[in-house]
């Protein structure tokens, strides 16, 4: 793997690893996307459907998976945008380097995993 760094922000990270991390983070945002185009979209209403408890049911599960990936969309678009502005790959809490096999993992992520931990370990 190449070891050229890009841009202040991303020491830690070569064009390679830029480059892979943008892609996976667009398809990402067009995946996130159409799931929400779909969960918009009116469900048909079918006798087969059975009881009003199994509508509401899956009313809800609906509602909160469109909840959940509007989340990780927007943690995508920010992720976008801080890899324009030279910021991507430093953590939000510390400014130290987030690990770049973390980043490969979650790349939309925010903090590097010690800041992680302690923001959960925070009731």
Same mark, same amino acid.
């Given at each position: #793997?190449? =070891?050229?760094?890009?841009?202040?922000?991303?020491?830690?990270?070569? !064009?390679? /690893?830029?480059?892979?991390?943008?892609?996976?983070?667009?398809? $990402?945002?067009?995946? %996130? =996307?159409? $799931?929400?185009?779909?969960? *918009?979209?009116?469900?048909?209403?079918? *006798?087969? /459907?059975?009881?009003?408890? =199994?509508?509401?049911? %899956?009313?809800?599960? %609906?509602?909160?998976? !469109?909840?959940? +990936?509007? #989340?990780?969309?927007? /943690?995508?678009?920010? !992720?976008? &945008?801080? #890899?324009?502005?030279?910021?991507?790959?430093?953590?939000?809490?510390?400014?130290?380097?987030? /690990?770049?096999? &973390?980043? #490969?993992?979650?790349? $939309?992520?925010?903090?590097?995993? +010690?800041?992680?931990?302690?923001?959960? +370990?925070?009731?």
């Amino acid at each position: #793997m190449n =070891q050229q760094t890009v841009g202040e922000g991303t020491p830690h990270l070569s !064009a390679e /690893d830029l480059a892979a991390l943008r892609e996976n983070l667009h398809e $990402q945002l067009l995946f %996130r =996307q159409e $799931q929400l185009r779909r969960l *918009a979209a009116p469900v048909g209403s079918r *006798a087969e /459907d059975g009881p009003a408890r =199994q509508t509401a049911a %899956r009313t809800e599960i %609906r509602v909160k998976l !469109a909840a959940s +990936a509007r #989340m990780v969309l927007t /943690d995508v678009e920010a !992720a976008l &945008r801080r #890899m324009d502005d030279g910021s991507y790959g430093t953590c939000r809490v510390c400014r130290c380097p987030i /690990d770049r096999e &973390r980043l #490969m993992i979650v790349p $939309q992520v925010r903090r590097c995993t +010690a800041c992680q931990q302690v923001g959960e +370990a925070v009731p």
